[in-house]
């Protein structure tokens, strides 16, 4: 892995080259555009967010529209299937400001017709217009960060939000038209009622989103919530209660009909419709799956714009140290992080790459099968991995195969590899098994 600026422009170069035309063209490409801004910073977050840079919007959106007409230009006219506006807090910027990025998003790209467009949104920072104008730029999908409905949860959370404020959000979105709607979840939290966790999913079903996202609390490095767990301000988060709340989340949601399509997503499919797993192409039969993540864990390809925004694409050349693929050179980057310094290389036509790494065809392998093996139900098709990589799962992970059916882990059949119930919840011990 390299992390050097002359790694970061060769890369770039490599990366944004007419030379670069697509290879997998016959799969899906997404784009996600990052924006870093929030009202509030939670004190659990990690991701690339700040809080208090409203002075910075404007130019920030002009530096974005400017990075996303460069990518336009270098795909070679490859059409996008998932957009996903998230962060961050998009709706912090005003609908003039959305629509000048959606403007150049749909005059510079070529789009498919069943496009599907997700933004991210914050009960505490919409309303009907915002609503409204967000479903006029083409926004078809959207996802609300809603973490609980317990109001000490909240507090304890960071978020700026009230349990009415997100009643209030869903109904102005439905009115706004918005018919695919995902909410936002955190379990897992010190010293968690189960009893408050439930009531948070019955108000949840209760809303009848079509979609949910449920994530289990994380203590990560360099946040507020590290410093508190490490001074003893609060406890740990509990691996075996959070590990309950899940049981009770998986009974809870598969009882009212939502369907785990993934570790952490369950959606609502429509009366009659079987729950089975998803065919190896972007069809599926749970009507309500988030196309975009789905790009993410089927190991496709996606361009990632924005400050700290992750791009991965297969290229039609290898580097004369790497083993070729099936399909081409794996290559993976990112943008520098710090906002300001993304607008003034932006704006003064200079690279944004910061790092790139090129993934060779093990490592490749490996990823497909810890990716794929998060959608519970569809797991890695056999069919889709040959295809991608030239060779059987069995050729490649026949001792990780084994080993993982004796302990109950994995199962499969003569389509797919996927996890067992147990296998579901010791994911990470699965996933970690085909990592070189």
């Not at 949860?153 to 706004?176: K, M, N, P, Q």
């Amino acid at each position: 892995m390299e992390n050097i600026h002359s790694g970061a422009a060769e890369g770039a170069e490599r990366v944004a080259g007419k030379d670069a035309a697509r290879v997998a063209s016959d799969e899906p490409l997404g784009l996600y555009v990052h924006i870093p801004f929030c009202e509030k910073k939670c004190p659990y977050c990690d991701f690339n967010t700040y809080a208090k840079l409203d002075n910075l919007f404007q130019s920030y959106v002009d530096a974005l529209c400017l990075e996303l007409e460069m990518w336009a230009a270098r795909i070679d006219g490859r059409t996008l299937h998932t957009i996903f506006l998230g962060g961050g807090t998009p709706t912090v910027l005003t609908v003039a400001q959305l629509a000048q990025i959606f403007g150049t998003i749909q005059r510079c790209y070529r789009l498919a017709p069943d496009c599907e467009i997700t933004s991210e949104a914050n009960p505490g920072t919409v309303d009907q217009a915002k609503f409204a104008g967000l479903r006029g730029l083409g926004v078809n999908r959207l996802s609300m960060g809603v973490q609980s409905f317990d109001p000490g949860e909240l507090s304890f959370l960071g978020r700026i939000h009230s349990v009415d404020d997100v009643t209030d959000a869903f109904a102005a979105a439905r009115s706004a038209g918005f018919d695919n709607i995902n909410l936002d979840f955190i379990f897992g939290l010190p010293n968690q009622s189960p009893a408050v966790w439930l009531g948070t999913l019955d108000k949840a079903i209760a809303l009848a989103p079509e979609h949910l996202s449920l994530y289990s609390l994380i203590v990560e490095p360099e946040t507020p919530l590290f410093h508190w767990v490490e001074t003893g301000r609060v406890p740990a988060p509990d691996d075996d209660l959070a590990g309950e709340l899940y049981e009770t989340a998986i009974d809870r949601l598969g009882a009212v009909g939502y369907g785990q399509y993934e570790v952490s997503n369950w959606a609502k499919p429509q009366k009659g419709l079987d729950i089975g797993y998803s065919s190896p192409t972007r069809q599926s039969p749970i009507p309500n799956p988030c196309h975009h993540n789905l790009l993410y864990w089927r190991n496709q390809e996606y361009i990632g714009v924005g400050p700290g925004s992750h791009s991965h694409m297969r290229l039609p050349f290898a580097h004369p140290t790497a083993t070729p693929s099936a399909d081409g050179v794996g290559l993976r980057w990112s943008n520098r992080k710090p906002v300001p310094g993304y607008i003034k290389r932006v704006l003064a036509g200079e690279p944004v790459v910061d790092f790139w790494e090129e993934i060779d065809n093990r490592s490749a392998m490996g990823e497909t099968m810890m990716l794929g093996l998060r959608l519970v139900k569809e797991g890695v098709s056999r069919a889709r991995f040959r295809r991608r990589h030239g060779v059987e799962i069995d050729a490649i992970f026949a001792d990780e195969l084994a080993r993982l059916h004796s302990q109950g882990l994995l199962q499969s059949d003569g389509e797919r590899v996927f996890l067992t119930q147990r296998g579901l919840m010791l994911g990470n011990q699965v996933f970690a098994a085909f990592l070189p």
